[in-house]
């Protein structure tokens, strides 16, 4: 096993750390060390991201809004106030508290429905018994839809300028029904919020998709699109009060209403994630949005994922295209049913995950961790299956032969300001990751 530069705390005290016996493997990571930032005292609106931690860190690091004068920090409890606050006039740094619950869909999706739309007549135009499955659907009804969609695409989005922090206050901010949308930004800042996955309320039909059609949905929680210096700390992605479990299904498929949690797209670069819970969704995190995007996408998508809880979730936590991407220390908790995978390796990716720790259930087999999308090597090292030591990339090599998967990223990663043992992490990140705990 590879020896990191600094050496591993004392065993006995990641032991006592987390509350179990002595462990019999040792696993060797670096010192831990401060995962605060620096500037802002006791702020926690004002905490900047420490020096060498993750890729947001490099070339001038992340400090968000955390030099903005009187008039530049809002105190918001609407989503109209919220939004104001964002598109508020001047480029200055800017301060936006979170206090209580913004809901962006309070009215109910009946207040963005075109006139005419009427999702019963929707359903039995495009029966596949009427409609058939051979062609995308067309006419009235899927016009409106479209319309419908539209309208509820402008009230739900809110754009975050650059020098931006925004802080969710106390331990019951949040958001829902929202989609953040970190555009052709740079130096933002976003923490300690629940976000719950917006929910789409004019999903299409699509009978071509698959072989027997599928509803599509729209709108992530989070997206981070062309912009650069983003650090998202300390925030709970959920699907919150409507689980795919809880959604009705149509012509046999399920009525897809969310999308994803977090995607980091379309040249986004210089983003740190730390300190996370992604928990009770489908397709969770994307790195890289398609194979065909390398004429924005190359050389850039450097992304660090430290210290996030992957909790139930079914998919990509994350799936790579392109990008450099640092996962070390998160903790997979794998749901015992549906799950597809947790690392998806795709189109020019260089993925490390490292000193992570997985959960998996009864009759999951270790090499589905993994998944295969494109030739692209992936460094895979010090992880940790149900508290023991397993080589993962050997795993899936063995359990998926035909979808092998070469052996190192081509890279070595440097900002990282602590790593710990990965048998802490169940511990550690059940009690100290998500919104409310932010410092």
Known sequence: MRIPARRVRALGRAAALAGCTTLALALTAPTPATALGTGGGHDPARRTLPAGDGWASADGGTTGGAAADAAHVYTV???????????????APRIVRVVGTLDATASGCGAFEAPGYDFDRYLADYDPAVWGRDKEVSGPQEELRA?????????????????TTIIGVGRN????????????????????LTLESPLDCF??????????????????AMVVYGSTHVWIDHNTF???????????????????RHDGLLDIVRGADLVT?????????????MIGNSDGAGATDRGRLRVTLHHNLFD????????????????????????????GYSWGVGAESQLVAEWNSVRLPRGVRAGTVLKKWKEAPVTVAGNVVNGRPVDLLAVHNAQFPDE????????????????????????????????????
Request: overall charge negative; cysteine-free.
């Open 238 to 256: 959920t699907d919150g009060r409507h689980p795919d479990s809880s959604l009705a299904r149509h012509y046999g498929e399920l009525y897809q």
């Open 404 to 439: 092998a998967l070469a052996s190192g990223a081509g890279w070595t990663p440097t900002l990282r300001t602590r790593v710990d043992d990965p048998r802490v992490l169940p511990w550690l990140l059940t009690h100290r990751a998500g919104a409310g705990r932010a410092r």
């Open 273 to 285: 994630a730390s300190w996370n819970v992604f928990a009770d969704h489908d397709k969770t995190l």
């Open 77 to 91: 409890t609407t989503w109209e106030e919220f939004r104001a606050a964002l598109a508020a006039d001047g480029d």
């Open 312 to 339: 139930e979730v079914v998919e990509r936590a994350p799936r790579v295209r392109f990008g450099k991407v640092d996962a070390y220390n998160n903790h997979h908790v794998v749901p015992e049913r549906g799950y």
């Open 173 to 192: 901010a949040g958001i829902v029904g929202g989609s953040l949308q970190i555009k052709d930004a740079d130096d933002v800042i976003v923490r300690n």
């Open 147 to 163: 319309a419908s969609a539209k309208n509820q695409d402008r009230a739900i989005k809110a754009f975050v300028p650059s020098r």
């Open 203 to 220: 999903p299409q039909w699509d009978p071509t998709d698959g072989a027997t059609g599928a509803w599509n949905s729209e709108y992530d």
